[in-house]
């Protein structure tokens, strides 16, 4: 998407109802390119084959909204799906049995990373939902459940090979290897392990975790396996077995540190200039003092701020784009409000209303995330609720 | 609230229904007190006597949920609120007419700071909206929307004293001042600026930022006017002036930079223990493997992350407390985990399901938000939809 398709007015095509009003006088447009996803689920199928290509749409599909993204994943082809959380599963259940792939033969296949509390076993069943268990205590819970359904439930099995966060450890899986019939009670469907550096191909850590990972599989019955994240599916096949989870790069992130970003960009966030500011005295901007000018400046004030997630990490060193220029973020970061330096900018590019880009072509979430000092991750998890949300590209066809 | 209250499982108190199942599955509680907040609102109420205190109840009340926030602060008294845009005005107003206070005589007054932005003008009238107005277009086209509607529509008029990001600017007054009737054309109910470094009190920019508002008001009407947020309610009643608009502190954010924070707490967050794992060989904990753990130790895993709105930039800095200690946040926060080191807690205060306070008395909004290097503003606008909220001291009584 380029600037010019939003107009000069960021609700100029969107008539003159309620929702109009609405979507000008909301903090920003943010534009979701469902298209984009399915683009990026169909490279990444195509470089894991023959592997599975599942994907993670936890934290509401990394803020860009899962029941909206799920049905485009599963329209594109996708049959399993990782969540963190039993809502999540839930909403995810929920929008793929209003899909258009609800009719599909084999009903899609949900995991939840984060395991079953204890005492939900039976509402994970009741949705279909698939923990993935991560200690001897959930296994043994999940094998009552079983009994108590009559036949053994399908789950997964996490196990740590160095993140040291969530899984059986090396002792645990000792233990269980040790007493085969505490799998044989839960129907065993995948293992899993998670990667801690696999945005490094040159990481020793990989390697590392790989080993381990061979290792405490062999000792377990023969199952599935999964290992490779989005930056996992681009360190070979070798890390692919037989099921690939990608998420970041399903949403544009760069899988791979400092190389060329092959996947598609999918979000646009657009602020609102709500007023521009010519200063001609030296002059202070925004929270703190934190900016001065002491020359002539132009200053617009965007209708974004840290409520919306344009994290307060970017005052003084974010930038946005606007009528063909990069424009850097002057001052603080406010909580609804942020100031960019658009003295570069030609006035008539700068009415009240005016569109800026702060996500999208120009701004790519990882330059975002680069200038915030965090990670693409963080930038769309946080991405807030006061914007008019457009999701485009939503795909009609039949299944490829 | 305390530790105990919570009980070792952080669904104890929630019965057996599918709602306990949601609320032992999310990723945290989050409890709100609202009675503390009416309190705040209270407390500076009396302070800033004579002048009216307001309260700012925008993004969504700094995050806690302005639909039950604006009710609680009308119950105790509050008159007149701010929010930013248009959709927290409508919110708001539904809030109030549904609320204990919808039958008093005089309706509440909101304004909205971002202005209205253009066509939205009838909108504003509708909903009983009064944009503080920023520019001098804005109040033509207000004045426009009056001579509509047949008389003159309330709105604020804001004018810049130092802030450089919304209202008019030196310039902007003088041709203000020099053409009255533009005033005249709307029905001008107040004249607010804004304070930049409030909450440093001997900064000089205060006493610049009073000097020029006092001048620039002095050329226009009469009128009501305000000036001190939260932090310029401690600036002392030369900053009161008519009307002070608190927002942050209401909220339990201290509002002097250095100084006892005098306002009751309102926000507890607590995650739940997923997983407690002993490492006693060499190890490394989380994503890039940031964080190396030589002797024997034990890691906590709990529910919380960067997509929650527990900020990335805590890794590796910030703090959580569980079974009566302070403990050290290791390795990088992940999107939907974050791991602390424990060793020093009890293994029986460390169950699955154990509830670790991650805001509250022990972890106060502003430490958290020190630890992130950001203020406790992005804290509370930050917190995250995945929590189970419960709403505490929700005032029944008339108001006071």
Known sequence: MTESDLGSDLGSDLGSDGAAVTAIAAQGVLTIDLGAIAANWRQLRDRA?????????????????????????????????????????????????????????????????????????????????????????????????????????????HLD?????????????????????????????LLISHLACADEPDHPMNGEQRRRFTAAAAMLPACRRSFANSSGVFLGPAYHLQLVRPGAA?????????????????????GRVLQVREIDTPRTVGYGASHRVDGPTRIAT????????????????????????????????????????????????????????????NRPVDAVAEAAGTIGYEVLTSLGRRYHRVYRGEMKAVPC
Chains 1, 2 share one sequence.
Request: aromatic share 6%; glycine share 12%; proline share 7%.
């Open 250 to 270: 399903l949403y544009g992130i760069a899988p791979t540190a400092g190389a060329p970003n092959p996947m598609a960009g999918v979000v646009a966030l657009h």
């Open 49 to 157: 084959r023959p592997a599975e290509c599942a994907a993670v749409v936890k934290a509401d599909a990394y803020g860009l909204g899962a029941a909206r993204v799920v049905p485009a994943l599963a329209a594109a082809g996708c049959q399993t799906f990782f969540v963190a959380t039993f809502d999540e599963g839930v909403l995810a259940r929920g929008a793929l049995s209003r899909g258009a792939a609800a009719d599909r033969a084999a009903e899609p296949v949900i995991y939840v990373l984060n395991g079953a509390p204890a005492g939900a076993e039976a509402e994970f069943a009741r949705w279909r939902l698939r923990p993935v268990l991560n200690s001897l205590a959930e296994i043994d819970a999940w094998a009552a459940a079983s009994r108590a359904a009559g036949h053994p439930l399908p789950a997964a099995l």
């Open 302 to 361: 965007v209708s974004v701020g840290y409520a919306d997630g344009f994290l307060r990490s970017l005052s003084n060193r974010g930038c946005g784009f606007i009528g063909g220029h990069t424009v850097p973020l002057v001052g603080r970061v406010s909580m609804d409000l942020t100031t960019f330096d658009v003295s570069a900018v030609p006035p008539e590019r700068l009415t009240a209303g005016a569109a800026m880009e702060l996500i999208g072509p």
């Open 161 to 189: 090979t160095g993140m040291s966060r969530l899984g059986l450890d090396a002792g645990e899986q000792r233990r269980l290897a040790a007493f085969p019939e505490r799998v044989a009670a839960i129907g065993l469907t």
